[in-house]
């Protein structure tokens, strides 16, 4: 028989006397099936965590280092038996191959749309299709793959890509990764976080590159809209300054761009960079104004992000409107906590942070009017 105070069935006393010299406790309680013991902590936050699990390993308790709603440090106490069950998925390659497949194939039939081809109609003329899908799938699946190789360093069980396939527009929704548990410290999360925008520009920038040295520059009518293909060379700093690296003299004569397929799909990249780094809950940005500021801080930066959309979305471009809707649905607010949300991220990752988020300015922020002749590019203002 097993008595009430062996290891794995501890009770609510031993465990706060197992956390002893950890923290100062200013107030405890229960909060649904969690002790909560709020209180300084006696050691730096990595290495209580590490003697918090070595104190807890088998017993019944899941120790977690958390931060109040006004940043103070807290040990969250729960009960292995009553957490939810994480969910018992087998792990299926084939499912993430055949998403893969069927999403190049549905970007192929896209491709091939933008240069006026139905493949339906000419089958033999799949070529025209393949740059522009090729490109997209190179830059989607290096964004995930960088989220995924990072996540499994750090030992975070994570599925394989999911891409989804749409049979219009620009034939796919993006790809996503499952996360199947929590990051163990901010540091992991602001990794994980960060190398898939990063892992994304690595192939988006030298994509946009080279396809714009196939693009057309139009001086006099209209290039098409941008779902087809069409764009302002000053409708983003970062975009004005590779149009001028890949065109040189060439965008003295035009602010408009007729994008070749793979520069296209560079555009797109940037496009899906830029709505993953804004700092909003589930999204990449989220994680990392979490890992940076703290949650509270970073709940408040999530919500002033989407009034501000909001807000530009009335006043400048309708189109906000919808992706401010888009991602208040898909992203929420919060995100969830690394099991020790209370470890502080280094200088290096602080930088690249500031870094990554003056890069989300650099692709949203057009051209001001009065910078298109420093930027060496024609103004249609003139």
Aim: hydrophobic share 50%.
């Amino acid at each position: 028989m097993t008595s009430p105070q062996t290891p794995s069935h501890i009770d609510v006393d031993e465990a706060v006397r197992r956390a002893d010299g950890l923290i100062d406790p200013t107030v405890s309680y229960q909060s649904d099936n969690q002790l909560v013991i709020e209180g300084e902590l006696r050691r730096p936050p990595d290495e209580a965590y590490e003697e918090l699990q070595r104190r807890f390993v088998n017993t019944n308790f899941v120790p977690l280092l958390q931060e109040t709603e006004d940043g103070r440090p807290a040990l969250v106490l729960a009960r292995k038996n009553k957490l939810p069950e994480p969910a018992q998925t087998t792990r299926r390659a084939w499912v993430n191959l055949a998403l893969l497949l069927a999403t190049l194939a549905t970007t192929t039939w896209a491709g091939a749309l933008h240069e006026g081809v139905n493949l339906l109609a000419e089958p033999g003329r799949i070529m025209a299709g393949l740059p522009y899908a090729l490109a997209l799938m190179l830059i989607l699946g290096a964004h995930e793959l960088g989220h995924y190789f990072t996540a499994r360093r750090y030992g975070i069980d994570v599925s394989l890509p999911y891409f989804i396939p749409i049979p219009f527009a620009l034939g796919t929704f993006g790809a996503f990764i499952k996360m199947k548990s929590l990051s163990p410290t901010r540091r992991a999360a602001f990794d994980v976080a960060v190398a898939g925008p990063l892992a994304g520009l690595a192939v988006a920038v030298p994509a946009l590159l080279i396809g714009l040295q196939y693009s057309e520059v139009v001086s006099t009518g209209q290039a098409p809209p941008m779902m087809m293909g069409g764009a302002d060379a000053g409708s983003s700093l970062l975009f004005a300054l590779l149009a001028k690296i890949a065109l040189g003299e060439a965008v003295l004569e035009g602010h408009r761009l007729v994008l070749h397929p793979v520069a296209f799909a560079g555009w797109l990249g940037l496009l899906v960079t830029a709505l993953n780094l804004m700092p909003v809950g589930q999204l990449d940005g989220g994680h990392m104004a979490h890992a940076l500021l703290g949650r509270r801080r970073a709940y408040s930066a999530g919500v002033a992000t989407l009034v501000a959309l909001v807000i530009l979305g009335l006043f400048v471009w309708g189109g906000l409107l919808f992706w401010a809707l888009i991602i208040y649905f898909i992203a929420g607010t919060r995100d969830a906590p690394p099991l020790n949300d209370v470890s502080r991220l280094d200088r290096g990752r602080v930088v690249l942070g500031a870094l990554a988020f003056a890069l989300l300015l650099l692709i949203l922020l057009p051209v001001p009017p009065g910078l298109y002749a420093s930027f060496g590019i024609h103004s249609p203002y003139l």
